[in-house]
């Protein structure tokens, strides 16, 4: 089961949009919605910020949307803000004997 | 609140062993699927192992099938990962994680983390 693909680094400016792509295959990805986006800021552990694709978890902001489409997923932040720079890691269930779970490379978002 | 404080971690040689201990608070472990998920030096995030509630089902990625065995301990509210024949490309962080699994499947808890360090 191979790693999905994000794309190594995105920036943008307060208050612009940025948006990470995570391609994956119909075995991952686009056979199962349970696509979930996690953020990580160095040295520190991942934290959930987008699970079933695109429902949030209690406390994070609406400023982060998730989408799906074939075998693609998408994480957004809106109105971007100075401490959204992190690394963002998608996951996918996989549910193959290989792994039950792939994660992707991972994308750092630097504020400019 | 949900906490999950692993330990265990170390240095050791190529092909020894070490035991991941991590104790759970703050939600009823027994309703919950487990986790163990790593992260090499300067890498992404690499899904370990997994247990349901009961123990009746384990799952493991294939570079640890073999290797890695998961257990609990639900009365002591503790998670485990007994790592054998350790090699130099397990080296990371590993975490423990509360697994949403079942209906919907997604990592919502993380332990701070322990550092495993296999090396001669």
């Known amino acids: 089961q191979s790693a999905l693909t994000q794309p190594r680094s995105v920036s943008g400016s307060p208050g612009q949009s940025v948006t990470i792509s995570c391609t994956g295959t119909?075995?991952?990805?686009?056979?199962?919605?349970?696509v979930s986006w996690y953020q990580q800021y160095p040295g520190k552990a991942p934290k959930l910020i987008i699970y079933?694709?695109?429902k949030r978890p209690s406390g994070v902001p609406d400023r982060f949307s998730g989408s799906k489409s074939g075998d693609a997923a998408s994480l957004t932040i809106s109105g971007l803000q100075a401490d959204d720079e992190a690394d963002y890691f998608c996951?996918?269930?996989?549910?193959?004997?290989?792994?039950?779970?792939?994660f992707g490379t991972g994308t750092t978002v630097t504020v400019l | 609140e949900v906490q999950l404080v692993e330990s265990g971690g170390g240095l050791v040689q190529p092909g020894g062993s070490l035991r991941l201990s991590c104790a759970a608070s703050?939600?009823?472990?027994?309703?919950?699927?487990m986790s163990w998920v790593r992260q090499a030096p300067g890498k992404g995030l690499e899904w370990v192992a997994n247990?349901?509630?009961?123990?009746?089902?384990?799952y493991s990625v294939d570079s640890v099938r073999g290797r890695f065995t998961i257990s609990r301990d639900n009365a002591k509210k503790l998670l485990f990962l007994q790592m054998n024949r350790l090699r130099v490309g397990d080296t990371a962080v590993y975490y423990c994680?509360?697994?949403?699994?079942?209906?919907?499947?997604?990592?919502?808890?993380w332990g701070l983390g322990t550092v495993v360090t296999v090396s001669s």
């Open positions: 994680v509360r697994d949403n699994g079942g209906s919907s499947n997604y990592f919502d808890s």
């Open positions: 703050g939600f009823d472990f027994d309703k919950y699927w």
């Open positions: 247990i349901k509630q009961d123990a009746s089902e384990k």
């Open positions: 119909s075995s991952d990805v686009g056979g199962h919605n349970d």
């Open positions: 079933d694709v695109t």
């Open positions: 996951c996918s269930y996989a549910g193959t004997y290989s792994s039950l779970y792939v």
